[in-house]
């Protein structure tokens, strides 16, 4: 809740009106929409959220962690670091975070599998 919350500051802070805001938390979507109470560890956080949500018009969406890639990637790096990044250029990304944005651009799509494990007994 509080990823989203920061994100929706950011996008109030730089005027922008209009977003679609995507999480691959059932979970948060459902609560954002309110069609899911609203847990009490969360429910002040969550007030916030709502006031902050009134300044902006949002459409808020599940996505599939697949189709957040780079969301992923990039909130992984800042809860790895101590310190504060920015990236003002494509070229600062790492080689990995390069490839995630050039896969969206050619609208590769992403697929996990999952196999299931056969176990097997000795006798």
Not at 62 to 83: F, M, Q, V
Not at 85 to 114: D, H, V, W, Y
Request: with cysteine; glycine share 2%.
């Amino acid at each position: 809740m509080r990823a989203i919350l920061e994100a929706i500051r950011y996008c109030v802070n730089k005027k922008m009106r209009k977003i679609i805001l995507e999480s691959d938390s059932l979970l948060m979507v459902k609560i954002i929409n309110e069609a899911w109470k609203v847990p009490w560890v969360i429910a002040e956080e969550f007030d916030e959220l709502k006031q902050e949500m009134t300044k902006i018009e949002v459409k808020t969406q599940h996505i599939y962690r697949e189709g957040n890639k780079l969301a992923d990637y990039l909130a992984n790096l800042a809860i790895n670091s101590t310190e504060k990044k920015t990236f003002s250029s494509f070229q600062q990304l790492s080689s990995l975070g390069r490839k995630i944005i050039n896969m969206e651009k050619a609208q590769i799509s992403s697929l996990r599998c999952r196999t299931k494990r056969i176990l097997q007994h000795h006798a």
